[in-house]
């Protein structure tokens, strides 16, 4: 089987409108992923049974099953709430809420990582909770995170061809498109995974570099 | 409440399929555990070697691996293989694709759960004179165990769903077969919903299982060291 060279280059455009989708949609799941994490981690270390037993809940359900289910429902359910939002959305949404479930667990580990007497010192010096919060606890439980939430956002960014599967015209839905349309399985698919390799390993790079500064 | 025999059936049914679906994903699920066991050692191993081709090789297996999402591997061997007139069942490719995509991450558990072993440990095997095989059976790999098992089981729910990407190259298990029983049915959010217990009915018990033994594990791991 050989490789078209020229019809590799000239899909590349298209490919790449793909990943502009793909892109978009990590950077807005990631950040909706980010406040569910924080939210759900605050819930599980809340005083409230109700609250952080409805956390619980939230955690085990969501990281006991597939994203792909996941979004299949949102993207049938929605529409029945009465809530129809366009595909890119509900991918957001899905994305959002499937990986705030791991991030909470990341920021809750953080948080329990901040030294109890930190806490005492906040309420000596009676600081209201939020400011505690605010000024105490979060900036030094997020420093040590910068390196998880780095494998989270490359880890969603090879989660985004599940969104293929709710008519999201990312990356993967364009290179099936195209293979599709012409028969050619090779180049697209093969651009596809070279596009995927030219961000995940920079960046996944970038992100132990940064984890390598932090700890000298 | 008044019980329409046709509704039983049709309850039935879907029982049925999502049974058989539910079946097939744990066939996937343990026969790609099998891969990733193996290959996670494999590669370990070869990172920890002495020799540097050998370490690149690995490196570059781990790295690739991890940049490139498990449904983008799947579809490469599915359409492209056959190409080259390799041509796979979907069920090999399902279990090689799963299974090289997860064995990427094992392998760097298994690694650093290796390297964990402390030197002194290594240097009494050096002194009592163990070949290497002796040593990694009976000391390193026993005492490697406990820190690998916690985040293996992890590894392992995760890997149970993602076998529902298996579904997208035809692929009958669970996911497909809620997928067959929209286009008779209808019914989708219903049906995906049960799908979504489904998995969960399947994971949860692991994910306890896990946590349960990461707890066991860390009060003994303080019990040694304090």
Same mark, same amino acid.
């Given at each position: 089987m050989n490789f078209d060279y020229a019809f590799a280059w000239s899909i590349v455009p298209e490919l790449f409108q793909g990943l502009l989708v793909t892109v978009q949609v990590v950077v807005l799941g990631f950040l909706l992923a980010v406040v569910m994490g924080l939210v759900l981690a605050i819930a599980q270390l809340s005083a409230m049974t109700v609250i @952080? @037993?409805?956390?619980?809940?939230?955690l085990s359900f969501f990281r006991n099953t597939p994203l792909m289910v996941q979004l299949y429902v949102l993207f049938f359910a929605l529409p029945l709430a009465g809530i129809t939002l366009p595909a890119l959305s509900t991918g957001v949404i899905g994305l959002g809420l499937y990986y705030g479930a791991y991030?909470?667990?990341?920021?809750?580990?953080?948080?329990?990582?901040?030294?109890?007497? %930190?806490?005492?010192?906040? @309420?000596?010096? /009676?600081? /209201?909770?939020?400011?505690?919060? %605010?000024?105490?606890?979060?900036?030094?439980?997020?420093?040590? &995170?910068l390196p998880v939430l780095g494998n989270y956002l490359i880890g969603m960014f090879k989660e985004t061809p599940l969104l293929a599967v709710i008519t999201i015209p990312e990356l993967f839905q364009?290179?099936?498109?195209?293979?599709? &349309?012409?028969?050619?399985?090779?180049?697209?698919?093969?651009? &596809?995974?070279?596009?995927f390799l030219a961000i995940s390993v920079p960046t996944s790079l970038l992100f132990k570099y940064i984890e390598r500064r932090s700890h000298v | 409440?008044?019980? /329409? $025999?046709?509704?039983?059936?049709?309850?039935?049914?879907?029982?049925?399929?999502?049974?058989?679906?539910?079946?097939?994903?744990?066939?996937? =699920?343990?026969?790609?555990?099998?891969?990733?066991?193996?290959?996670?050692f494999v590669i370990a191993l070869m990172r920890l070697s002495p020799w540097r081709a050998v370490r690149w090789v690995a490196t570059v297996y781990v790295?690739?691996?991890?940049?490139?999402?498990?449904?983008?591997?799947?579809?490469?061997?599915?359409?492209?293989? $056959?190409?080259f007139g390799i041509s796979l069942s979907p069920m090999t490719t399902g279990v090689l694709g799963l299974g090289l995509t997860f064995s990427a991450y094992g392998s760097e558990i298994v690694r650093s759960a290796l390297s964990n072993v402390s030197q002194g440990q290594r240097d009494a095997l050096r002194a009592l004179d163990f070949d290497s095989v002796t040593a990694f059976r009976r000391i390193v790999l026993p005492q490697a165990l406990p820190f690998m098992l916690p985040p293996m089981g992890n590894q392992l729910?995760?890997?149970?769903?993602? =076998?529902?990407?298996?579904?997208?190259?035809t692929l009958t298990d669970l996911t497909f077969a809620g997928g067959q029983l929209i286009t008779?049915?209808?019914?989708?959010?219903?049906?995906?919903?049960?799908?979504?217990?489904?998995?969960?009915?399947?994971?949860? $018990?692991?994910?306890?299982?896990?946590?349960?033994?990461?707890? @066991?594990?860390?009060?003994?791991?303080?019990?040694?060291?304090?």
């Open positions: @952080r @037993r409805a956390s619980s809940g939230y991030i909470a667990e990341a920021f809750r580990g953080a948080i329990e990582g901040v030294p109890k007497g %930190q806490w005492e010192a906040a @309420r000596a010096l /009676d600081f /209201d909770s939020s400011t505690t919060w %605010q000024r105490i606890v979060l900036p030094q439980a997020l420093k040590p &995170m364009a290179a099936k498109q195209i293979a599709g &349309m012409t028969y050619r399985y090779n180049e697209p698919y093969t651009v &596809m995974a070279l596009m | 409440m008044f019980i /329409d $025999p046709s509704a039983v059936e049709t309850a039935r049914f879907i029982a049925g399929q999502l049974a058989h679906g539910a079946l097939v994903t744990l066939q996937i =699920t343990f026969f790609a555990q099998i891969v990733v066991v193996v290959m996670s790295e690739i691996l991890r940049g490139i999402s498990a449904l983008v591997l799947l579809f490469y061997l599915f359409f492209i293989l $056959p190409l729910v995760e890997l149970l769903k993602t =076998t529902s990407l298996v579904s997208l190259i008779t049915l209808g019914q989708q959010t219903l049906i995906w919903s049960i799908v979504l217990v489904c998995y969960f009915v399947m994971a949860w $018990p692991l994910s306890w299982l896990v946590k349960r033994y990461e707890l @066991r594990v860390t009060a003994w791991r303080q019990g040694n060291t304090v």
